[in-house]
Every structure is written in structure tokens, then in C-alpha cells.
């Protein structure tokens, strides 16, 4: 498998690239059918109304501590679904974290994707970040960070967390 | 615990020989059929052979412990089948050359000026290591192995590396080395005791459960091949010990403080080993040196009494030993313990003499670390922990202070104090420079003899 550079799928015009050390996901999914939506609308709405503690998304978004923000949105008309991140660093770096974190969500949302991954996520490593590069649809740079050099870690540690 | 088939893993995977000694040959194979014949005798268990040491516990130790190592120019020149060749990870197949920027063998430590033939990647094929607990051993082993594979001939020595350990088990900038090393499950248990868990035999052989949920690192097929084989990367580290000694002065005269403890925030362990965690206002001389790995950044289960030193004050976060091995520490991805590797080798040249600081001969470490994947394990060290400063809080844009690249301008190290700001030190640069690397796949025994089966029919 030939390495690829991220975002490198991109179809979004490219700009001044930025410096900083946060990069933007924006990982957009298309959904089989509608029943699909309508099931992935149900489990979406369970975990994300569970309190932060039972929420899987959020416990493991918190253990990486390499996510600065993360939403779910859902697209033209319920067909796709996007999951939109700034996260620290290289994605490819920590893929294998990231499964082991949110690996469990992740089958339960692509299993109602189309051209989705080979499942479970966490035996087919390459073929998930192959994916998520693909439909990744990242940002027109620059990316605007109003703190270009700051990560989660160094936030957090300066808000004495 | 699963059992492991000791006696099918090359030796230096799971445990540490202590041979004062070692002598790296880099080979070039020059007849598939020869090189298979000289292979298949390394396993052959003819006693009047030099016989490939396995993992399997000795009664008494050998005199000389060998090993083999081969490139992916290498197996290709042992005329592996190409679907055999497709089936090995990316990097490895790349090598050390087309990686290089990847770990920060940059500039200097660029693969152009390479020495010892690597940086012409096509030419090494095999890494034939002898660790020896003598130079005369080590000579005799030597002159025996040149006989065997010179026949024909089955391979052609490029270079040769010679290692030599320093008194006092230390290595060349005065730090004790060696003393933390995984415990693999189903594998011998380390000299001085880990606190850590152990690792999943997965994290460094191939064919087991890994590191990481539900995954085993894919093994090169045929499985005869892959199973029980991992990787390694061969390192020579030249390391300028006039520099750093000078920096340590220099930090000294900036900040006020003792060399010795400079020397022991760098590094995050006194150059006795003792480590800052356990001891940090002076190099405890009374620490067994059993307790030298019993501790951590943070509590846990292991040890609910170490100290919380989530900034550092202690240790600093940005010192060699935390970068490499955050163990508890709050770092990114929640990874600090799935990154470990097998640290084997030994220093080569002359001790450094303080009174002669200058004397042009080159001095450092014939480094071989150890694991299952070379992108995740020693790149990712490299890559993410030595040049990034992203992994863990507060470090601004700082490098590991002993083994990053610190030859910009402006390269810092951070000496975080409670209640101030931290102390900056200026004025680092490159300490060592990667003076020649190489990817080898290590098979299995098994494996070994597929190899030669497959070279010997040419």
C-alpha cells in the first residue's frame, strides 16, 4: 500500500497551507438508504443523550486526549453523515489508538454506510484509515486556528487540568 | 499465560546476552544457492558449525550467541517468491535509506553520508550479528563464519561494525544504559524487574496477538516465513561527547545549577541510572539496582505511591527516557504503553577522555531496537516522542534533548519548576548523528531454513 499523503484525496481546492498543529477532519459517510439513516439517527441519539460518562464517544474522545472538538451533523437530506474533528497531530500516527478508543462506534456507524470498510474496525486497520482518508474531505486551507501551536494536552495542563 | 516457542525465536528477541562484544557483518549475498547452504548451516545443528542462538533458557551461557537479520534487497537477492516480497510491511520494504526523513535522519545524519556501504541500500543484504564474551572469542567465531559464508562465495562482506561495551555498563555520555526493557508474555523475565505490564507476545513477534484490540500485526506469508520472525533496525549513533559535555557546562553557567543535575534532567535518569522519578535532588547511591525500574510518572495500580509528576517537576517531560518511555504519563492517544521497544547493541570506540576532548575519533552506539513493527515501535519513537513536541503537555516546540534533532537554531530544553516558569536551556544541538542504518526482517528458526530452502534451490 502506497503511502498516502492526507487529504490527498481531497476534492476541496487547497490554499496556504497551515502551520498548526491542530488539523481538521471532515470525514463525510454516505448512508446505504433511508433506513439506514433512520437507524443510525437512533443510535446516535441514544449515545449522545447518555450523560458523558456513559457516552461512549465522549469517554473515549476524552482518554486520546489528542481531539479538540468533535459533531456529528447529518447531510443533504439525511444521506450522509459527517463527523467533523480538529484533532492534534498526524491521524495516521495514531489510527491504531483511535480504533482502540472508538473502534466499537465506528462498526455500529459504518455498518449502514455504503462502500464502507471491511468490519470490525479493529481487524482491518489499513482498509478504516484507507477510508477515512478517502471520504475525508478536510478543509480549504488555510486551516484558521487562533492557537496555532497549542494542542489539547497543552490546554489542558495551562487550564490546570 | 500462552507458551511461547522459545526455541523457535531468535535469541536477542527476548532476552539480553551481556557479551562485552559484538560484530555486526553487512553482507551482500553473491549466490542465492551458496547463501543458502551457508544459512541452512546456522540451523543445521552441526556442533562443529557456529549453530544461530534461539531463545530457548541455556544451562550455561554460550561463549558466543549469533543472529541473522535480512533487508528486503536481501530477501529479494535470496530469490524469495515476489508474492513472498509483497506480503512484508511498507516501511520495511522502503528501508532505512527512503525513511530516513521520516526519524530525523536529516543534514548530517542524512543516508548520503552514510558510512559502512548503507547508504547504498541495494548492496546490504543480511545482518549476520556475534555477540562474544571475549576478542579473542569474538576473532576465532569471526574467522570461522568468514570460512563458511566466503565458500563459492555465498555472500561478500560489505563492512564489518565492532562493538565493544565501556566499563561500567554505561554508555559513551556516562549514563548507565540498558536498564528498561519490555517483559514479553511466555518470554524470559527481564534482569532488573519491570513495574510496567507486560507485553503481549504480539507486541514483538509476529503470529500473536498484539498491543492493540483484537490485532495481529499481518504476517508475511508463507506463514512458515512470517510466524515467530519480528524487525529491526540497525543503528550506528555517533555521539559527540565533547559537545555535550560542553552544553552541560554551558547549562550549568545559564541556569545555576550542577552539570550532574543538568546531565540527570536531560535524560530523566542520573548517570548512575538511578531515575529523577525515585531520586530527584541527587543520584541515590543507595537505590538497589533492582529498584531502578520501579517507577512511574503517576500512580498506579503497580505502584500507588508514585509521585503525580504530570508536569514535571520532578522529571521533565521532554527528557530522554520520559519521550521514550512516557510509561503512566498523560500523553496523546493515550499510548504510553504501546510503543515499546527491545533495546539490544553496544557501544563502539574508545571511552571519551575529558582531558583530550577533541581527538577526532569517532565514538557512539551500535544501536538494535526491536519490535513487531517498525512504523509503530521505532519510527513512531523517532517521529512522534524524539522531534515532535505535540505528544504531551508543555513542550513548545522542543526535541529529545539526547537522540532529536536539535541542530536548528534556537533549540531549547525545558526544565519545568513548580510555581515559576520553566527553565530554558539554549544552546543544544545535534549530540548524535545517525551515522548508518538498515530494516532487517528477523525470522524465525523455522523461518531461517524456509529461507535457505528457497535460496539453496537459487
Redesign the interface.
Known amino acids: 500500500?502506497?503511502?498516502t499523503p492526507p487529504g490527498s484525496s481531497s476534492a476541496a481546492p487547497q490554499g496556504v497551507k497551515s502551520a498548526t498543529?491542530q488539523q481538521p477532519l471532515t470525514l463525510v459517510m454516505t448512508i446505504k438508504s433511508d433506513n439506514d439513516y433512520q437507524a443510525l439517527s437512533a443510535l446516535l441519539t441514544k449515545i449522545q443523550s447518555a450523560p458523558p460518562e456513559q457516552n461512549p464517544i465522549w469517554k473515549a474522545l476524552t482518554?486520546?486526549?489528542?481531539v479538540h472538538f468533535a459533531r456529528f451533523v447529518f447531510l443533504e437530506q439525511n444521506t450522509k453523515l459527517a463527523v467533523i474533528t480538529t484533532y492534534?497531530?498526524?491521524f495516521e500516527?495514531?489510527i491504531?489508538?483511535?480504533?482502540?478508543?472508538i473502534?466499537d462506534v465506528f462498526n455500529a456507524l459504518l455498518a449502514h454506510m455504503k462502500d464502507g470498510p471491511q468490519l470490525?474496525v479493529?481487524?482491518n486497520?489499513d482498509q478504516f484509515l484507507n477510508y477515512v482518508r478517502s471520504n475525508d474531505l478536510r478543509a480549504i486551507e488555510p486551516f484558521y486556528s487562533a492557537y496555532p501551536?497549542a494542542?489539547?494536552?497543552?490546554i489542558?495542563?495551562a487550564l490546570g487540568q | 499465560m500462552p507458551e511461547l516457542p522459545l526455541e523457535d525465536v531468535q535469541g536477542f528477541v527476548l532476552r539480553p546476552y551481556g557479551r562485552p562484544a559484538l560484530r555486526v557483518f553487512l553482507l551482500r549475498v553473491e549466490s542465492a544457492p551458496s547463501a543458502g547452504r551457508f544459512l541452512r548451516s546456522l540451523v543445521g545443528g552441526d556442533a562443529s558449525v557456529p549453530q544461530l542462538t534461539s531463545a530457548a533458557p541455556w544451562v550455561t551461557k554460550p561463549n558466543f550467541c549469533i543472529n541473522v537479520g535480512f533487508t528486503y534487497a536481501g530477501l529479494a537477492a535470496l530469490k524469495l517468491h515476489p508474492q513472498t516480497l509483497a506480503s512484508f510491511p511498507?516501511e520495511f520494504v522502503a528501508g532505512a535509506v527512503n525513511r530516513a526523513a521520516r526519524v530525523g535522519d536529516v543534514d548530517e545524519s542524512a543516508p548520503e553520508h552514510w558510512k559502512g556501504g548503507l547508504a547504498d541500500a541495494s548492496r546490504i543484504h543480511t545482518l549476520l550479528f556475534v555477540f562474544a564474551q571475549s576478542d579473542a572469542i569474538l576473532d576465532n567465531v569471526s574467522a570461522d563464519l568468514r570460512t563458511l559464508f566466503g565458500k563459492c562465495p555465498a555472500f561478500s562482506e560489505v563492512s564489518v561494525q565492532d562493538g565493544r561495551a565501556l566499563p561500567g555498563s554505561v554508555a559513551h555520555f556516562g549514563y548507565r544504559d540498558g536498564l528498561s526493557q519490555p517483559t514479553v508474555e511466555g518470554g524470559p523475565r527481564p534482569s532488573v524487574a519491570e513495574v510496567l505490564p507486560t507485553a503481549p507476545a504480539g507486541e514483538f513477534l509476529l503470529g500473536y496477538p498484539s498491543q492493540?484490540?483484537?490485532?495481529t500485526y499481518p504476517v508475511p506469508q508463507p506463514r512458515e516465513l512470517g510466524h515467530n520472525g519480528t524487525f529491526l533496525a540497525f543503528r550506528i549513533l555517533a555521539q559527540n561527547c565533547a559537545a555535550f559535555e560542553k552544553f552541560l557546562v554551558s547549562a550549568a553557567t545559564q541556569t545555576g545549577l550542577d552539570p550532574e543535575l543538568i546531565a540527570a534532567k536531560l535524560c530523566g535518569r542520573w548517570r548512575s541510572g538511578v531515575p529523577l522519578a525515585l531520586s530527584p535532588q541527587s543520584a541515590d547511591s543507595f537505590l538497589p539496582l533492582e529498584q531502578y525500574n520501579a517507577f512511574d510518572y503517576a500512580p498506579t495500580s503497580e505502584l500507588p505511591n508514585a509521585n503525580d509528576d504530570?508536569?514535571g517537576y520532578r522529571c521533565p517531560i521532554g527528557s530522554h527516557v520520559r519521550r521514550m518511555n512516557p510509561r503512566h504519563s498523560?500523553?496523546?492517544?493515550?499510548?504510553g504503553l504501546?510503543r515499546r521497544i527491545m533495546r539490544r547493541g553496544l557501544t563502539y570506540g574508545p571511552p571519551y577522555d575529558p582531558m583530550n576532548p577533541d581527538d577526532g575519533i569517532e565514538r557512539g552506539l551500535l544501536g538494535l531496537f526491536i519490535g513487531v513493527s517498525l512504523k509503530?515501535q521505532f519510527e513512531?519513537l523517532m517521529?512522534?516522542w524524539a522531534n515532535?513536541a505535540?505528544?504531551?503537555?508543555?513542550l513548545?516546540?522542543t526535541r529529545d534533548p539526547i537522540n532529536g534533532d536539535n541542530s536548528g537554531p534556537g533549540a531549547t530544553f525545558l526544565i519545568p519548576v513548580e510555581g515559576q516558569p520553566p527553565l530554558e536551556l539554549v544552546g543544544l544541538s545535534r549530540f548524535v548523528t545517525c551515522r548508518g542504518a538498515a530494516y532487517c526482517f528477523l525470522p524465525g528458526i523455522t523461518a531461517l531454513k524456509y529461507v535457505a530452502g528457497v535460496a539453496g534451490k537459487g
Open positions: 500500500m502506497a503511502p498543529v482518554i486520546l486526549n489528542n492534534d497531530g498526524t500516527d495514531y491504531n489508538e483511535f480504533i482502540d478508543a473502534g470490525p479493529q481487524q486497520r501551536k494542542t489539547v494536552l497543552d489542558k495542563a | 511498507a492493540y484490540d483484537s490485532f504530570r508536569r498523560l500523553v496523546a492517544g493515550n499510548s504501546k509503530d513512531f517521529s512522534d515532535k505535540t505528544f504531551a503537555p508543555g513548545r516546540d
